[in-house]
């Protein structure tokens, strides 16, 4: 059977809201269309500045149209995502309905060997990391490709050879980007697990919080945490001194931004036990 292509299954998953994914990509195209139009009018704007054009009625005309081409990219775009937002959620809720329905129908034994940490990073934490995608992915993927295949077709029509001219930066930015994506792959199954464990670690503290209390092994067990928090950290290294060494672009960002939960969690490491 041909394997399914990521965006094809999301695609399939929300098959009840393809209406308005459809009709948030119709809205960012027509955006996109609509940024453009500064742009046309700020050339008309310059060549009358080099005529010498000095009424300002000469300009009124192309500022209100710059103007409007503005406003209505700023509402096309803005409704656009919203859309896209709400058919994202519902499309969400579905996506976490099918895993709740498949967890009775697995083995006992993936069930008992699956920590609640694991469980929980699956149907919350990572359900909830493709929101930002998923309301992205249609309408600005597809206003992101249609903004730059429009101005290629204007320069054709300007020039050729400039439209040719500034198409020679594609074969760098394509090799750019597949160095960028082998170390994210690399490192994002490690990120992965270091999450998963701190799920799991998270989740035993709340569940057996009073149970090591009763036994006398706070200090153990906040010991433990600690480990988990500090592996969770060295986690969002993304980039390491190997990437650097192959000759990776120094200016990115060493390590991401800690999460604001992460941080709780390290400056209250008694946060479950305290009391």
Same mark, same amino acid.
């Given at each position: 059977?041909?394997?399914?292509? *990521?965006?094809?299954?999301?695609?399939?998953?929300?098959?009840?809201?393809?209406?308005?994914?459809?009709?948030?990509?119709v809205?960012?195209?027509? /955006?996109?269309?609509?940024?453009?139009?500064?742009?046309?009018a700020?050339?008309?704007?310059?060549?009358?500045? !080099?005529? /010498? &054009?000095?009424?300002?009625?000469?300009?009124?005309?192309? @500022?209100?149209?710059a103007?409007?081409?503005y406003l209505?990219?700023?509402?096309?775009?803005?409704?656009?995502?919203s859309?896209?937002?709400?058919?994202?959620?519902?499309?969400?809720k579905?996506?976490?309905?099918?895993? @709740? #329905?498949?967890? *009775?129908?697995?083995p @006992?034994? %993936?069930?008992?060997?699956t920590?609640? /940490?694991k469980?929980?990073?699956?149907?919350?934490?990572?359900?909830?990391?493709? &929101?930002?995608?998923?309301?992205?992915?249609?309408?600005e993927?597809?206003?992101?490709?249609a903004?730059?295949?429009?101005?290629?077709?204007?320069?054709?029509?300007?020039?050729?050879r400039?439209?040719? !001219?500034?198409? #020679?930066?594609? *074969?760098?930015?394509?090799?750019?980007a597949?160095?960028?994506?082998?170390?994210?792959?690399?490192? +994002?199954? #490690?990120?992965?697990?270091?999450?998963?464990?701190?799920?799991?670690?998270?989740?035993?503290?709340?569940?057996?919080?009073?149970?090591?209390?009763?036994?006398?092994r706070?200090?153990?067990?906040?010991?433990?945490?600690?480990?988990h928090? %500090?592996?969770?950290?060295? /986690?969002?290294?993304?980039?390491?001194?190997r990437?650097?060494?192959? +000759?990776?672009p120094?200016?990115v960002?060493?390590?991401? *931004? !800690?999460?604001?939960?992460y %941080?709780? @969690?390290?400056?209250?490491?008694?946060?479950?036990?305290? +009391?």
């Open positions: 059977m041909e394997q399914q292509s *990521p965006v094809g299954r999301i695609w399939q998953w929300g098959e009840a809201e393809h209406g308005r994914l459809i009709t948030a990509v809205l960012a195209v027509l /955006g996109t269309v609509c940024g453009m139009v500064p742009y046309f700020a050339a008309k704007i310059i060549t009358l500045l !080099l005529a /010498g &054009e000095q009424a300002l009625n000469a300009y009124t005309p192309w @500022l209100l149209t103007l409007c081409g209505l990219r700023t509402v096309l775009y803005n409704s656009a995502l859309i896209s937002h709400k058919a994202t959620y519902n499309i969400l579905t996506i976490r309905q099918m895993l @709740l #329905a498949k967890l *009775p129908k697995l @006992l034994g %993936t069930v008992m060997d920590s609640s /940490g469980l929980k990073q699956t149907i919350v934490d990572q359900v909830d990391g493709m &929101e930002t995608t998923l309301a992205h992915l249609f309408p993927m597809t206003a992101n490709i903004a730059p295949v429009l101005t290629i077709v204007y320069l054709f029509v300007l020039d050729w400039l439209a040719l !001219l500034s198409m #020679a930066f594609l *074969p760098g930015s394509y090799a750019l597949e160095r960028m994506k082998r170390p994210v792959q690399r490192t +994002g199954a #490690a990120f992965k697990e270091q999450a998963g464990a701190l799920n799991a670690a998270t989740m035993d503290r709340a569940v057996n919080a009073l149970t090591y209390r009763v036994f006398g706070e200090e153990e067990r906040r010991a433990a945490y600690e480990e928090l %500090t592996a969770y950290e060295h /986690g969002l290294a993304v980039f390491d001194s990437d650097l060494k192959k +000759g990776f120094v200016f960002q060493r390590k991401l *931004p !800690l999460p604001a939960a %941080t709780t @969690l390290r400056r209250e490491n008694s946060f479950f036990f305290s +009391g």
